[in-house]
């Protein structure tokens, strides 16, 4: 039996990599900074699958950092590790260390990359350099000790932007929405996506915080996302929901206590096998 804890991820970080964003504005928040770990969030949240996101490069691969963030997952079900970071962001042997980890963890279930469309925003042959480092992450991780999925970021404003063919070396697709301004438009764009691309897994990005803003998601929209993913999973449209992210947690974000709540009611919510 699948309940829906089953699918819910963190989009985890390193700590504090989000404080200058916190610090735009102390309204609706206590603290200026947040201390909490990815390991951390995901116990604050009851969420059992983690996705680990380099920022700046941060965690380095094979650093006593990585390695002691991919320890504290111990617990996880299912682990995916950056391979792209934010803004794209490579040092060029993250997959070596991918495979590395699913050598030591069993969870290690394979890597994401985030902001991967991005890095290819002013290359004068976008689709073609997006294509190769596609196919050179590909090799990399098809050299590991078992099968390992390949996930990435795609924002609904990159929706009509991004070449179909790409999509043939990724199995999940991750779909957020970067201004909560935009998610009224939630529903269509989730459609386009699930039409467009029927063979690859769909999960649904959550954030708590509105970066554009520096404020908290208001109960409200924090309901309209998290209902809307919950019941496209109970339909068997949606293979998982994403909250993002530690670095905003543990500030008092009305937004962090209205999902921890949610979370709780409807864990045990059963699920399409």
Known sequence: M???????????VRA????????????KRNYRWSRITPGEAALMLDVPNMIMVNCDGIPVPFSCDAYGYAESFCRMKNVLWGVTGSGGFRIGNEEKFVCDLAEKYPYIGGAFMDDFFIKFKNDPDPNA????????????????????????????????????KLLSYIDGITLWTWESKNLPNLTANFDIIEKNFKEQKKLLGIYMYDFTT???????????????????????????????????MGVGLPSEMWLREWVERVKYTILPD
């Open 16 to 27: 504090h990599q989000d404080d200058i964003f916190l610090g735009k504005s102390t309204e």
């Open 129 to 164: 350099s997006a294509e190769a480092l596609l196919s050179e992450i590909r090799s990399g991780l098809d050299k590991a000790c078992r099968p390992m999925e390949l996930y990435v970021t795609w924002y609904t404003h990159e929706i009509e932007g991004v070449d179909k």
């Open 2 to 12: 699948t309940i829906a804890r089953d699918k819910f991820w963190l989009f985890g």
């Open 214 to 248: 520096g404020m908290p998601l208001t109960n409200e929209q924090m309901e309209f996302q998290c209902e809307f993913g919950l019941e496209m999973m109970k339909k068997g449209r949606l293979d998982g929901m994403i909250f993002e992210t530690n670095s905003v």
